[in-house]
């Protein structure tokens, strides 16, 4: 290979390399992206970051810009990526962590395999021919390295999701922040020249040959646990958050199955007086008073309309949630369709079946609230089937619903520990009849199915 070779080869792997990291930071952004849009989004970052990559190369700005410049500019089109500026704070130091970690490794291999493999006398296409090489080799263990750190970093950070408020957000960008400020000063002392001598850190301090890649690695290892330890606290929050919701709501359920209690032993009250009331009826009869029995039916209609229940399931949980939804319904303009069966089989607990109820009509009461009258609708159902009890609601929405990671609506709460809690509570009490709970859109309408196992016993 000669000079005018390896001159080219040098110019094309370069921009290939721009390529590369360009591909890789796409890449790393990916799973982040909400919406349908999200591959033209990626193209978007591609096209961002190859630029400016090349605009780096070719003015000859220092390289340590890039990271600023590429920060900049993604936070102004964070309004078109569709992530909020703390997340692709975060996205961006933790790409270039990484970076630099890997960069930083894969120059102590460089630099022990070329001490392996010295250079020997010969012509010059030789030593052209071992440079170019050593650059393929570098690069390629760099990139290996780097897309590694990469997946794993995203794997961690798809593995739950954090509410990114700007505390959290200082607490994680301190260590990868402390890492690429080391990157930044290892890499000027890499490489020092002195009286026209090339002089490199490894040949004067042979021990940072093992201190640089172990500190850029426990950088990395250091960005890895803060968002693992970050994860577990956010966890622990939703649980505290989920728990609480729950109180509340068997708290409710409990102080309505009183009131029905109260209903009930009404009717039973209604019903030790009837024999009265024939006898009274009777009397009237008897008399000819025709006009005083008219009078005493009317008044008897009207206490037993008093006490006829809204909706009857068949268990008195079941029938006060529905019941009150059902005239919440009517006051807020929603048409409201019930053909709820409570399963006779007592393989489950009623309080269970409420809380699956009062989240999904919940949910499906505040999604209808912002329909256009004369649109909104809520239907539930509920039937057996052989040992499994299917439970579903549907409802009008209007706008568009993005699903999260973890499989339920995003969240449009400014509280970003509420998103989901409703619907989680239904997946727990749904997972302990060995149930799932299924979520999807057809149109303008949502569809909440719960399909529980009857068990043995409870």
């Not at 390295?145 to 505390?167: D, G, K, N, T, V």
């Not at 069966?341 to 009062?358: H, K, M, R």
Request: overall charge neutral; proline content about 4%; aromatic content about 12%.
């Amino acid at each position: 290979m000669g000079e005018a070779e390896f001159y080219r080869f040098s110019t094309f792997f370069t921009v290939g390399i721009e390529w590369v990291y360009a591909g890789l930071f796409a890449a790393f952004f990916r799973p982040f992206l909400p919406g349908r849009e999200g591959r033209g989004k990626q193209l978007l970052l591609f096209a961002a970051y190859l630029l400016l990559e090349l605009a780096c190369h070719r003015t000859a700005l220092p390289q340590g810009l890039l990271g600023p410049v590429l920060l900049a500019l993604l936070l102004a089109l964070s309004p078109w990526i569709g992530l909020k500026k703390a997340q692709i704070f975060l996205l961006v130091l933790l790409y270039w962590n990484a970076r630099i970690s890997s960069g930083l490794m894969a120059e102590s291999l460089y630099f022990i395999l070329e001490r392996l493999l010295p250079a020997c006398d010969g012509p010059l296409e030789a030593i052209f021919l071992r440079a170019a090489g050593f650059i393929v080799l570098f690069l390629l263990t760099h990139f290996l390295l780097f897309a590694a750190m990469l997946a794993f970093l995203r794997q961690q950070l798809a593995r739950r999701r954090m509410p990114l408020q700007w505390r959290e957000l200082c607490y994680l960008s301190l260590v990868p922040t402390a890492g690429i400020l080391f990157g930044q000063v290892i890499s000027r002392l890499l490489f020092e020249v002195r009286d026209g001598v090339l002089l490199q850190l490894y040949e004067r301090h042979p021990a940072f040959l093992a201190v640089v890649p172990l500190l850029a690695l426990l950088f990395y290892a250091g960005a890895c646990l803060s968002i693992v330890f970050q994860q577990g606290m956010a966890a622990l929050q939703e649980e505290q958050a989920i728990w609480f919701a729950e109180r509340r709501q068997l708290q409710a359920i409990q102080g309505r199955i009183q009131e029905a209690e109260q209903f009930y032993s009404q009717i039973r009250s209604l019903r030790h007086e009837m024999r009265g009331h024939l006898t009274n009826i009777q009397g009237l009869a008897h008399k000819g008073e025709y006009a005083s029995l008219k009078e005493y039916i009317r008044q008897m209609d009207c206490q037993l309309r008093g006490t006829e229940p809204a909706v009857q399931t068949g268990n008195p949980v079941t029938d006060v949630i529905i019941g009150d939804f059902c005239r919440q319904s009517q006051k807020q303009g929603i048409g409201f369709q019930a053909a709820f069966s409570y399963p006779a089989s007592g393989g489950y607990d009623s309080f269970d079946v409420g809380i699956i109820l009062q989240n999904l009509l919940q949910n499906a009461a505040e999604a209808c609230g912002k329909v256009p009258e004369g649109q909104r609708a809520i239907t539930v159902s509920g039937r057996q089937k052989g040992r499994f009890f299917l439970i579903e609601v549907t409802n009008t929405f209007a706008g568009q619903v993005d699903f999260g990671q973890d499989g339920l609506p995003a969240s449009t709460k400014a509280d970003p520990l509420a998103h989901g809690i409703g619907l989680a509570n239904v997946r727990r009490s749904a997972e302990k009849y060995m149930g799932e709970l299924e979520l999807k859109t057809e149109g303008q309408t949502f569809f909440a199915t719960v399909l529980l196992q009857e068990r043995s016993s409870l």
